[in-house]
């Protein structure tokens, strides 16, 4: 890991509280200047005042070289790109069951309280998801994917891999560790109960592809990529050009059958990042 000329010398936990002040100021700010408006704007606000913001800002604050520093200054390999597509298409019917199974978890009986506040809370963010996604219009399913895929993609790995998985490698922290308890972060900060396994894996994921390729456009494309599948999949089953969750139903067995094609895209999904892991000098 490239040791980069600090601009102002902070200690790591100064970074850490910091890097957090920024974001929360970001949300006070953010919230005042969505007030009222449609999700697709309070959406876009949130991306660009409460992680592409920070990130940049604390990024220049901190050290001298600031867009080497969120490892935006290399470009993509297309190799890489491929490989990232490879893992998406590999990985879907596996992170379909995995998505279903973290559904169906319950808490002990003491926490039954807890449970449904969580399930209350998911309920009310699908619905607003599906508000947004209930569009059968061209044009604005692009505009859709454009700020839940693209920005999003841009500006959630721009915080959590570019910013603060950043100072956890420049502090030389064990990679392996940093990169899981940013992936726990990434998750938790969702405040999607019954997603969170789902999420967390992808955000480990997306934590070895910037250290795996020292570029944070790699992880950014497959999360891009990842939520903007999403989008054009709902678009397609709202216009009836696919069977209504087709593919968010692939990979997910019978009742009482083994999963055989969650268990294959695991395996295959294996293969492939192995193959991606020995390709690239961690």
């Not at 069951?97 to 009986?109: A, F, G, I, S």
């Not at 950043?166 to 308890?181: C, D, E, R």
């Not at 087709?246 to 293969?271: H, K, N, R, Y």
């Amino acid at each position: 890991m490239e040791k980069l000329q600090e601009k102002a010398q902070l200690s790591f936990a100064m970074k850490q509280v910091v890097l957090w002040v920024l974001l929360f100021a970001g949300l006070i700010i953010a919230s005042f200047v969505s007030m009222g408006q449609p999700a697709s704007i309070m959406i876009v606000a949130q991306n660009v005042l409460v992680f592409i913001a920070p990130a940049i800002l604390f990024a220049y604050l901190a050290y001298q070289a600031p867009w080497r520093f969120l490892r935006l200054d290399k470009a993509p390999a297309l190799k890489d790109i491929l490989l990232v597509i490879a893992v998406m298409v590999a990985s879907l019917p596996a992170m379909n069951y995995l998505v279903e199974m973290n559904k169906l978890m319950h808490l002990p009986q003491w926490m039954s309280g807890v449970e449904e506040w969580m399930r209350e809370s998911e309920d009310a963010a699908l619905e607003v998801t599906n508000s947004l996604l209930s569009t059968t219009s061209f044009v604005e399913m692009l505009w859709i994917v454009l700020i839940v895929g693209v920005l999003t993609g841009i500006a959630e790995e721009m915080f959590f891999r570019g910013a603060m998985l950043g100072t956890f490698l420049q502090k030389a922290v064990n990679k392996h560790v940093s990169i899981i308890f940013v992936a726990f972060i990434f998750s938790a900060f969702h405040l999607q109960f019954f997603g969170f396994f789902p999420r967390l894996l992808l955000g480990i994921w997306f934590g070895y592809l910037v250290v795996w390729t020292r570029s944070l456009w790699v992880p950014i494309i497959a999360h891009a990529l990842n939520n903007s599948l999403v989008v054009v999949a709902t678009y397609l089953a709202n216009t009836q050009a696919i069977e209504t969750n087709g593919i968010d139903s692939l990979g997910l067995p019978q009742e009482g059958q083994f999963p055989i094609m969650a268990t294959a895209s695991v395996i295959a999904t294996a293969v492939i990042i192995y193959i991606f892991a020995k390709s690239r000098k961690a």
